[in-house]
């Protein structure tokens, strides 16, 4: 099974401040990941997918990128509808495994 | 629009039995493998399974977690997955997504099983 490390697992920032959330496959995935973000009580969102593609309706303040086992997610400038959790997925091989989470608290 | 219902969710007993089942709309339901997500309360995400579509023989793969338990089926006629759960245990409280597999995924609202005496 591929492992998803993602890191950190909370963060505190501010509003406007640039995020980065990393994500680490156990082995090489190409280009076949997903980020969600979860509020509570809600499903999660798919902002990117194939790891840099923007889903159609999400901010661009929202980036992906990397490839092979490195990736990244990033928000420009922090909102305050951005505290949430986020979630790293890889669709390369079953099973589909997911990142523990990063949730974005405020500072 | 693609939109993914699940229902079926409710209170049971270990040991028992449920079945999910997950509505699609809004694309061609035949062509796709369909997956079953869920995530126990206060918990991250886990996959349980997916069924691939006809074109690649329907066939299915589970979590270590849920396998020779759990079930996925599909019924492209009516655009249904369905997650059959069996020998329910406490530790499968959780709510339960319907996704597209995909490049594109797509989720569904999910819906709530509790596995409780």
Do not use: H
């Not at chain 2, 997500?37 to 270590?64: C, D, H, M, N």
């Amino acid at each position: 099974d591929i492992q998803m490390t993602q890191s950190p697992s909370s963060l505190s920032a501010s509003v406007g401040d640039r995020v980065t959330i990393t994500c680490r496959a156990s082995q090489s995935i190409s280009t076949y990941l997903n980020w969600y973000q979860q509020k509570p009580g809600k499903a999660p969102k798919l902002l990117i997918y194939a790891a840099s593609s923007l889903q159609s309706g999400v901010p661009s303040r929202f980036s992906g990128s990397g490839s092979g086992t490195d990736f990244s997610l990033t928000i420009s400038s922090l909102q305050p509808e951005d505290f949430a959790t986020y979630y790293c997925q890889q669709s390369f091989s079953t099973p589909r495994t997911f990142g523990g989470g990063t949730k974005v608290e405020i500072k | 629009e693609v939109q993914l219902v699940e229902s079926g969710g409710g209170l049971v007993q270990p040991g028992r039995s449920l079945r999910l089942s997950c509505t699609a709309s809004g694309f061609t339901f035949g062509d796709y493998a369909m997956s079953w997500v869920r995530q126990a309360p206060g918990k991250g995400l886990e996959w349980v399974g997916f069924i691939r579509s006809k074109a690649y023989g329907a066939t299915t793969e589970y979590a270590a977690s849920v396998k020779g338990r759990f079930t996925i089926s599909r019924d492209d006629s009516k655009s249904i997955a369905y997650l059959q759960m069996n020998s329910l245990k406490t530790e499968d409280t959780a709510v339960y997504y319907c996704t597209r597999d995909g490049s594109l995924p797509y989720w569904g609202q999910g819906t709530l099983v509790t596995v409780s005496s």
